[in-house]
């Protein structure tokens, strides 16, 4: 079946450092959305990118969608504690059951105050 | 407007037996997806569910069944449980069927198989 590569697989960085998680996918996909995950919580959902070449930003996060629709990332500029988490994408392929979600395996993401 | 509901929260159960979850999706929702996560495959699709409907499935055996009723409140249920079934179940809905619907997740049911 189809899937996202994501990483890294883990990123510690020292509050005030910028992050950035990849994903990539072999094939082109319909969509990805990126979602984050707390200790001790449930995914929430942050944004969708459909669009190829896409870009768009909320505060200090920018996610990317690359121009051939099989790449993404999220960069967060000058991490806060409030950051971490573990964020992951999560792609959309066109076809039949190729529309279930199909999450990465996740960047677990920790800062140091 | 409430969130997606998971009931139970935990639970602990042997090998052999068979669990029955439990999803109410967001008020509207139609759609109801359940996932499972482990530390070490992540979170991976079960099956997907719209107007009491299974419309995708995963990669998961027969073991793994689902359903949804008339109110779009949903259950999976695992038989002959197996030691690695153990993980958190989650299930998410939507407001509709598509492609370009965000998931809302529920706090998830996490099961322990002994």
């Known amino acids: 079946g189809q899937q996202v590569m994501q990483i890294p697989q883990y990123q510690h960085v020292q509050e005030g450092e910028d992050f950035t998680t990849y994903c990539n996918s072999s094939?082109?996909?319909?969509?990805i959305q990126w979602y984050k995950q707390r200790p001790g919580g449930h995914p929430v959902f942050l944004i969708q990118l459909v669009k190829s070449g896409e870009v768009k930003k909320q505060k200090r996060l920018t996610f990317q969608f690359g121009e051939a629709k099989k790449n993404s990332s999220l960069h967060i500029t000058a991490t806060q504690t409030t950051d971490v988490g573990t964020y992951f994408c999560?792609?959309?392929?066109?076809?039949?059951?190729?529309?279930?979600?199909?999450f990465g395996k996740g960047t677990l993401l920790t800062v140091n105050p | 407007k409430a969130g997606v509901t998971q009931t139970p929260r935990y639970l602990i159960k042997t090998r052999g037996q068979q669990v029955t979850l439990s999803c109410s999706p967001i008020s509207g929702h139609r759609s109801v997806s359940w996932y499972q996560q482990t530390p070490g495959q992540g979170l991976q699709f079960l099956f997907e569910y719209f107007s009491e409907t299974q419309r995708n499935k995963g990669n998961f055996p027969g073991r793994f069944s689902g359903r949804q009723f008339s109110n779009s409140r949903s259950e999976m249920n695992v038989s002959t449980l197996e030691l690695g079934d153990s993980a958190l179940y989650l299930c998410?809905?939507?407001?509709?069927?598509?492609?370009?619907?965000?998931?809302?997740f529920g706090d998830g049911t996490r099961l322990s198989i002994l």
């Open positions: 094939t082109t996909l319909s969509n």
């Open positions: 999560a792609g959309r392929w066109s076809g039949g059951s190729n529309y279930k979600l199909t």
């Open positions: 998410a809905s939507s407001p509709g069927q598509g492609n370009n619907q965000p998931q809302h």
